[in-house]
């Protein structure tokens, strides 16, 4: 067990709406990663927060958004949903800047039919 | 991101045997991680190292910093069929604050 805590673990849902998935960090970590898995795309980084603000941005769409919250858990918004957003979306933490070791959650597996 | 390339893509052992995989990039890192990841889980951290040349152990893994500090390479030695999985190499450039990934090395250990 990492300690990162995903949820939901699945969700299918229908092309057009709209999702939210939370992410509760490791106790005491400030960072928040998301990444994003598809089948043939391996891990690409979404977006990351530190400490309640946004860090970096990586390959995130416009339809997609996050925040992390004063109590440091983090939601990654999809919205207008299409099939191709059909993936695996990960979440990660770090203690620190400086520590570059990220434990990831289990993962939420979205399908969109 | 950095493109990191892993290979093999695949591979498929008989128990006992060793195991080689290797991480190449264009562009300097100053960290490399390893990461396992099983079916329907998340990458699970395997070894973490912070030196050009630094040679890491876990068990029977072992993991080294490429000197050029562009590439990084991980050994599993007496292979066991729990060793299945995807293998990914995971790269921090001096002045990035995410983990760029490669896209995996798939093992697959017969008994």
């Known amino acids: 067990d990492s300690g990162v805590t995903q949820t939901p673990k699945h969700l299918i849902t229908a092309t057009g709406q709209r999702v939210t998935l939370r992410c509760s960090p490791r106790?005491?970590?400030?960072?928040v990663y998301w990444y994003q898995q598809s089948l043939d795309q391996g891990l690409q980084f979404l977006i990351q927060?530190?400490?309640?603000?946004?860090?970096a941005k990586g390959n995130i769409l416009e339809r997609f958004s996050a925040q992390q919250f004063p109590d440091l858990h983090s939601e990654l918004n999809l919205s207008s949903l299409e099939l191709g957003d059909s993936a695996l979306y990960f979440c990660?933490?770090?203690?620190?800047?400086?520590?570059?070791?990220?434990?990831f959650g289990q993962g939420t597996r979205l399908t969109v039919v | 991101g950095q493109q990191l390339n892993q290979s093999p893509q695949s591979m498929f052992i008989q128990e006992g045997e060793d195991v080689s995989m290797n991480c190449t990039s264009s562009s300097i890192f100053n960290t490399w991680l390893w990461y396992k990841q099983d079916p329907g889980e998340g990458p699970v951290l395997l070894i973490a190292l912070y030196k050009a040349g630094e040679l890491t152990s876990n068990g029977r893994l072992t993991a080294q910093f490429g000197i050029t500090r562009k590439d990084s390479f991980l050994n599993i030695s007496a292979s066991i069929p729990s060793d299945v999985g995807i293998y990914f190499c995971a790269g921090l450039l001096d002045s990035g604050y995410a983990l760029n990934f490669g896209k995996g090395t798939s093992l697959l250990v017969t008994p």
């Open positions: 106790s005491g970590d400030l960072s």
């Open positions: 990660a933490s770090r203690p620190r800047e400086g520590n570059p070791e990220a434990f």
């Open positions: 927060y530190y400490n309640g603000e946004e860090r």
